[in-house]
């Protein structure tokens, strides 16, 4: 059964750090990974995919990598601001079209 | 609008009660997911639609749960004799293809209590 780590839980930075989220999933016979954002009483963003293949996506601010043998992605967001304040979710899709979730990072960035 | 669209946003009901969730997809997306996301819990999985069919439906928690799909669009999720435990916020995705690669979209949600 596949299982999807997050950590940190949470995490709190000052406006202009980097965050580093990190992803752990138990299964590397993965299709593809996304990172999700979710804003308090809303439904969930997408971020980044990364295909099964691919070691990278970028996308503005945020990069994701994917190292899928050792069953592990970081997401990379730059200069942080408090517009990226929210809660980030991983999740990988299996064999079935199944995607399995993290329990999700709450971000806070101070200004 | 062009995204997954989900009704009622908010649903208030007693226990014992039956409700209906609805979600619209995107138009043309063949894939449809259900999600449950309890308070300060992660994301449960539901239920799955290929067009019409559900191929996995493991993720029901109960026989109190069904859903179905019509016409290759809109999603009907119904809860029977609604216990508290059920209220949760209740999120639809859908997806191009099943094909993996293809990005998948989320509703708002709907939000549900049981009294």
């Known amino acids: 059964k596949q299982e999807v780590t997050q950590i940190p839980a949470a995490l709190s930075v000052p406006e202009g750090e980097n965050l580093v989220l990190n992803c752990s999933f138990t299964?590397?016979?993965?299709?593809?990974l996304q990172w999700f954002r979710q804003d308090p009483g809303k439904g969930l963003t997408s971020l980044l995919l990364?295909?099964?293949?691919?070691r990278e996506q970028t996308s503005g601010r945020l990069n994701a990598s994917l190292d899928k043998s050792s069953g592990r992605s970081t997401l990379y967001i730059a200069a942080s601001q408090p517009g990226d304040s929210a809660t980030y979710l991983c999740?990988?899709?299996?064999?079935?079209?199944?995607?399995?979730f993290g329990g999700g990072t709450r971000v806070l960035v101070k200004p | 609008g062009a995204g997954v669209s989900q009704s009622p946003s908010n649903k208030v009901t007693e226990k014992g009660k039956d409700v209906e969730l609805r979600c619209d997809p995107i138009?043309?997306?063949?894939?449809l997911y259900w999600y449950r996301q309890s308070l300060g819990q992660g994301l449960e999985f539901l239920i799955y639609?290929?067009?019409?069919?559900?191929?996995?439906k493991s993720g029901l928690p109960s026989d109190r749960f069904s859903a179905e799909r019509t016409g290759g669009s809109v999603s009907t999720l119904t809860i029977q004799r609604t216990q508290q435990e059920d209220s949760a916020v209740y999120l639809c995705?859908?997806?191009?293809?099943?094909?993996?690669?293809?990005?998948?979209?989320f509703g708002e949600g709907s939000w549900l209590t049981v009294v």
């Open positions: 639609f290929q067009g019409n069919s559900a191929p996995d």
């Open positions: 990364i295909q099964s293949s691919q």
């Open positions: 999740a990988v899709m299996t064999a079935g079209n199944k995607l399995t």
């Open positions: 138009s043309g997306h063949t894939a």
């Open positions: 995705a859908s997806s191009l293809a099943r094909v993996s690669g293809n990005t998948i979209y």
């Open positions: 299964d590397s016979a993965i299709y593809n």
